[in-house]
DNA sequence: ATGAAAGCGCTAACAT
DNA sequence: ATGTTAGCGCTTTCAT
């Protein structure tokens, strides 16, 4: 059935025109009203439609953006998807994913990566990020890290406001009267864990309090879980615990109710991303927001700017969320309801370029 | 920086050999040793990787798969999306997104997926499904449907076993002695919906029960919590519901518990997918698990052999999969417990194509 | 406003 | 085994 798809001179040919014509009739040249209406019907006759691969040879602008991450069980992350691909569709753009299994061999990704010509690549919380970055960068490919930074500075990124959330969990936290504080963090490697590990630590500590137990969660359920039953069937456990990811604070949530305990009454447990799940009833977890469309708005904003050649930042951009008050941690007296039912803990504003 | 980026001439150029013999030591063509060794040293020194673009231009194959695909928030796509992104990756393809929302006008939709020449395409729960289908198929795009039926028969497909999978969960709740049954549906164009919700009464129907009660839940977390309500509020609640989706089966146990009732005793609810946090704790939701891995398997068969040219099925195959029991719906007398510590209804076979 | 011609980077006959 | 030649389908000078 498929003899072979109509090409442009199909197009020219029916209309009596020159290939030329036909591209600018598609491209937004100059063709007389005539002869792009004759074009436009010899077009859909045929049911042509332009040769992207080809066009994206002449061009070198393929309208293809490579997304690389790990794994998408984090609830976080589909939503991030979709609303990256619809900016960018928005714009032209189209996704091309690339799913890494911290592999042992970068190699064929990378052959992949940089052999599709992809106008620009984002970078979301991929083992070897810095790595990947060098490379593109090298072969002059734009790359925008998704919360994650470039260990080089090379790479300009983005990501939510890690300090200014994780300060504001533990004043939060300090607020309500919490006395011993425990922490469960991600992967070693993930800057998001340690900025925002660090932030809590050094918050509490320079209030006066002790420093936080530490769990290891390795962002996962299982991680959590096994992190929290540590804690909680320690001698002195801690009343107060931050997951530096929404994911492990419902496994948290989950794992105390197991051992009998009351989050928000027994145990507070905040976490961090408000994944939609988080709002459900049957978690109502208290977590700090990202800011999911800022930060794409200016994902985007980065990856534009590359294209068009313009100077590249290769500066991380922190955009502020906000805490997001449930029922997962015990209230400090004096909150605040906000418009939408949920209640808003004063956060000083940060959204600066560092 | 980026003066241009190397290409086949340039390796010939350094290697002496020809732009030819540069292709054949990248596509595996024949090469002599001593050529093939040069080649690759000038290769590797100029960081030269071939440019795929160009390459599937003279080809004709992209090794692009297009993935068109309605919202993320059915947890049920990021597990498919990743498997079915892993089992192409190992075949060498990539996954191009098209995250589409019921949009008015498809024409742009269908210029991109149809122009970026895709080596085939997955069409997953679209709206609008068939026409996208029709016109790809056309156009010699194979195509292949998952989740979801090519209304004018022409498309291959792989679906979950719907049929036996509404029946066996009737016949379970059947079997646990209940009496009044609710069904809480997707969208009414989703084939998968109409399947699912056509056995379910059937089956119901034909071991002499009443029809169920209605409720129509979008595939929403709100719209099937309002049917819940409804439910519930009723002077004659129903004692079981199925709804045709995990989301919604989630959202049902939630607004159950808000009403005072308690999943798997009071009322019972039972889901469809087997979603991952369907086995979470809070949830312990019975369901009927998609055979997610046979199915991306079929799947890319389906796309394998339409892509070596060979005759291409038009039949829908139906994995079968099975009843997870959990605890969101009350057992029946009789029931075993498997190794894995899941309690395993019996259910006929049925992996058939139809 | 339009067409002719060149070329993007690659592969695929077709020699040799 | 290797090189030469001719495209793949498009855009883009450059003339006219």
């Known amino acids: 059935m498929s003899s072979r798809p109509p090409t442009g001179s199909d ?27 004759r074009i436009l019907a010899a077009a859909r006759q045929l049911k042509y439609r332009p040769n992207l691969t080809a066009r994206s040879l002449t061009t070198s602008q393929s309208k293809l953006i490579g997304v690389a991450i790990t794994h998408l069980d984090n609830q976080f992350y589909p939503e991030v998807i979709e609303k990256l691909s619809d900016r960018l569709a928005s714009a032209g753009f189209r996704i091309v994913l690339f799913i890494t299994h911290a592999e042992a061999n970068l190699d064929p990704v990378l052959d992949e990566l940089l052999g599709y010509r992809l106008d620009g690549v984002v970078l979301a919380s991929t083992s070897m990020a810095s790595r990947v970055a060098g490379e593109c960068l090298e072969a002059g490919v734009p790359v925008v890290m998704f ?19 994780a300060a504001t969990i533990a004043r939060f936290l300090i607020a309500g009267q919490h006395k011993r504080f425990g922490i ?65 604070a419902l496994a948290a ?10 989050p928000g009454k027994d145990v507070s447990i905040i976490g961090f ?39 590249t930042l290769t500066k991380t951009t922190r955009c502020a969320g906000r805490l997001v008050i449930r029922s997962s941690a015990r209230l400090p007296d004096g909150i605040q309801i906000d418009s939408n039912g949920l209640a808003i803990w004063p956060t000083q504003a940060s959204d600066q370029t560092s």
């Open 273 to 311: 991303d408000d994944v939609p799940i988080a709002a459900w009833p049957a978690f109502g977890l208290t977590t700090y927001a990202q800011p999911v469309k800022a930060m794409i708005d200016t994902l985007v904003e980065h990856l534009v700017r590359a294209l068009e050649g313009r100077p």
């Open 11 to 37: 197009v020219a040919r029916l209309a009596r025109v020159s290939k030329s014509a036909v591209s600018r009739a598609f491209t937004g040249g100059v063709v007389s009203d005539e002869a792009r209406r």
């Open 184 to 248: 469960i963090t991600g992967m070693a490697e993930s800057s998001s864990s340690v900025e925002r590990t660090r932030s809590f630590v050094d918050t509490l500590v320079a209030a006066g309090m002790q420093p936080p137990q530490i769990g290891y969660g390795q962002y996962t359920f299982d991680g959590a879980e096994k992190a929290m039953r540590a804690f909680l069937n320690a001698p002195e456990p801690p009343d107060a615990i931050f997951c530096v990811n929404d994911h492990m």
């Open 253 to 262: 949530v989950q794992t105390a109710r197991a051992m009998g305990l009351e």
């Open 147 to 165: 919360n994650n930074i470039d260990l080089n500075g090379r790479a300009p990124g983005v990501t939510a406001d890690n300090e200014a959330g």
